[in-house]
């Protein structure tokens, strides 16, 4: 029984305390000039064009249906409601902050973290991984490193294009119905006049957690799958990871902030 | 070769070793496993002291018919298992002694033959065989890329193979897996028979070939066979013939 219910807190706990554990270890490897070797510089060029460039398809159109959702909305109900003030309060708290990072964070684990996922899980179990190690080639260094940081990166850039997309997309939308009748500049300029001085720490902020946890979420569950797992055993476990480390990490930095 | 800063093991080991290793005689050893006991629990390998010592210029076949076990012992030769009692060195250095950042930088002096996993699918033939010296090393990527095509040559493939390793035939793999442990002229050659089937027997006397070479510039190597006629064939100057039993490593002449 006391063996049953140790295994059990073991299991579930044993994840979020690697994570950390080696979030700190990329920091740590990340600030050493030689743990930059052409190999990681490589592989981080590599996941950065696959990221970004993979995820630009995804995050523009995401953003498109979202702003026009959103901004649309916002525009048209505040408007009828004679509150048309402060819908670039409304569009900064709802969208920028509290959607933007979800959204992105879902296609960067759909469209990136999954992909590396299977491919890590693949070098594991088939002894890859050791191969590489005989080499004197450490995978943490060489995939689980730059994939981190690129991930980080690639999330912050996602946003900026999502946050674009979106706010643009949703005033032409909204200018074509005739519920906006001012320039694009000044709805624009009403939005940053919105943005408050914590929202500039925050969004970026959110959007480097999420990125950073759901590279190294998604590279730690395919390096730590054991030579019995199958990829279907390992993508839904990779799944619920980076769908928890998203949410969490939205929740906690809201509150904290 | 110009070696990276934290890569070089002369640079990153503990004076205290460099002494060791520099004050040893000119012919010491390039592999020593001195009553070594392996964690049982962390390998295959029999519950027994094993004592081996390679010197430049040596090659010793090892018998096994047990690919995990011979997996295992290069494991071990490597320094990737952990020891209860007894030492295993390279080129002079404990492994044991070692941190990790260390270890990985000697490992890069290696050359191996892999029986299992021996390519990451994830990236095209060709980088896999350059990566240790990508990684290892400064030496401009031409330059790497001349020498593995050189060696790629001389085992009979027309060029690197730019393709995935699984869009390979077993042979042409074998072929690249001898470039892969070959480039960079490594101190040690780990060559695990496992992987050079009887399918693979025209490579033999190119494997000589490239052994011969690599022995004759100092480095030492350690056969695991398991078709041992195959090695036998094709006269491979072995210094040792040992076979690896439960009762550890005995020589050929002693059973």
């Known amino acids: 029984m006391l063996a049953a219910i140790g295994r059990f807190t073991r299991e579930r706990v044993s994840f979020p305390l690697m994570?950390?554990?080696?979030?700190?270890?990329?920091?740590?490897?990340?600030?050493?000039?030689?743990?930059?070797?052409?190999?990681?510089?490589?592989?981080?060029?590599?996941?950065?064009?696959?990221?970004?460039?993979?995820?630009?398809?995804?995050?523009?159109?995401?953003?498109?249906?979202?702003?026009?959702?959103?901004?649309?909305?916002?525009?048209?109900?505040?408007?009828?409601?004679?509150?048309?003030?402060l819908t670039s309060t409304v569009l900064v708290t709802v969208l920028l902050r509290e959607l933007m990072p979800l959204l992105v964070g879902l296609i960067l684990l759909g469209r990136s973290g999954m992909l590396t996922l299977t491919e890590l899980t693949v070098l594991q179990t088939s002894g890859q991984a050791r191969t590489m190690l005989a080499q004197g080639i450490d995978p943490f260094l060489v995939f689980v490193l730059?994939?981190?940081?690129?991930?980080?990166?690639a999330s912050f850039t996602l946003g900026m294009i999502f946050a674009a997309?979106?706010?643009?997309?949703?005033?032409?939308?909204?200018?074509?119905?005739?519920?906006?009748?001012?320039?694009?500049?000044?709805?624009?300029?009403?939005?940053?006049?919105?943005?408050?001085?914590?929202d500039y720490l925050i969004i970026p902020a959110k959007l480097l957690a999420i990125g950073y946890l759901v590279g190294l979420g998604s590279c730690l569950t395919g390096l730590t799958a054991s030579p019995d797992d199958e990829?279907?055993?390992?993508?839904?476990?990779?799944?619920?990871?980076?769908?928890?480390?998203?949410?969490i990490t939205d929740i906690l930095l809201t509150v904290a902030s | 070769?110009?070696?990276?800063?934290?890569?070089?093991?002369?640079?990153?080991?503990?004076?205290?070793?460099?002494?060791?290793?520099?004050?040893?005689?000119?012919?010491?050893?390039?592999?020593?496993?001195?009553?070594?006991?392996?964690?049982?629990?962390?390998?295959?390998?029999?519950?027994?002291?094993?004592?081996?010592?390679?010197?430049?210029?040596?090659?010793?076949?090892?018998?096994?018919?047990?690919?995990?076990?011979?997996?295992?012992?290069?494991?071990?030769?490597?320094?990737?298992?952990?020891?209860?009692?007894?030492?295993?060195?390279f080129m002079g250095y404990d492994w044991s002694e070692l941190d990790q950042e260390r270890s990985l930088a000697l490992r890069g002096r290696i050359g191996r033959i892999h029986a299992r996993g021996a390519w990451a699918s994830l990236l095209r033939t060709h980088v896999n065989v350059m990566l240790p010296m990508l990684h290892h090393t400064r030496e401009p990527v031409a330059s790497i890329a001349q020498s593995a095509l050189e060696l790629a040559q001389q085992v009979g493939l027309p060029g690197l193979p730019l393709v995935r390793p699984d869009r390979l035939g077993e042979s042409d793999l074998v072929r690249a897996a001898c470039v892969r442990a070959f480039l960079g002229?490594?101190?040690?050659?780990?060559?695990?028979?496992?992987?050079?089937?009887?399918?693979?027997?025209?490579?033999?006397?190119?494997?000589?070939?490239?052994?011969?070479?690599?022995?004759?510039?100092?480095?030492?190597?350690?056969?695991?066979?398991?078709?041992?006629?195959?090695?036998?064939?094709q006269h491979f100057p072995m210094s040792q013939r040992l076979i690896l039993l439960e009762d550890g490593l005995k020589s050929m002449r002693d059973l």
């Open chain 1, 19 to 85: 994570l950390a554990a080696a979030g700190w270890g990329v920091i740590r490897e990340a600030i050493r000039p030689v743990s930059w070797r052409r190999t990681v510089r490589h592989e981080f060029n590599l996941t950065m064009r696959q990221t970004i460039l993979g995820g630009f398809g995804s995050t523009a159109v995401t953003a498109c249906l979202a702003g026009v959702g959103m901004v649309y909305e916002s525009l048209y109900w505040l408007g009828m409601a004679g509150e048309a003030q």
């Open chain 1, 146 to 153: 730059p994939r981190t940081l690129a991930f980080a990166i």
């Open chain 1, 165 to 198: 997309f979106a706010l643009v997309f949703g005033y032409v939308v909204s200018n074509l119905l005739g519920s906006v009748h001012d320039s694009l500049g000044r709805f624009l300029s009403h939005l940053v006049g919105a943005l408050a001085v914590r």
């Open chain 1, 231 to 247: 990829l279907a055993s390992v993508m839904p476990r990779g799944f619920v990871h980076g769908i928890l480390s998203i949410m």
């Open chain 2, 1 to 89: 070769m110009v070696a990276e800063a934290a890569a070089q093991p002369d640079e990153a080991a503990h004076p205290a070793e460099r002494d060791r290793a520099t004050a040893a005689s000119p012919v010491a050893p390039v592999l020593e496993l001195e009553d070594a006991f392996p964690d049982f629990e962390a390998s295959s390998l029999p519950n027994a002291l094993l004592r081996l010592r390679l010197c430049p210029g040596e090659c010793v076949l090892i018998e096994t018919h047990d690919t995990e076990r011979a997996t295992a012992l290069a494991d071990l030769c490597s320094g990737m298992i952990p020891l209860i009692r007894g030492t295993v060195r």
């Open chain 2, 185 to 233: 002229e490594p101190q040690l050659l780990l060559i695990e028979g496992a992987a050079i089937g009887a399918e693979s027997a025209e490579l033999m006397p190119v494997l000589l070939d490239l052994l011969l070479r690599a022995l004759d510039r100092g480095a030492a190597a350690v056969c695991f066979a398991r078709d041992l006629p195959l090695w036998r064939r």
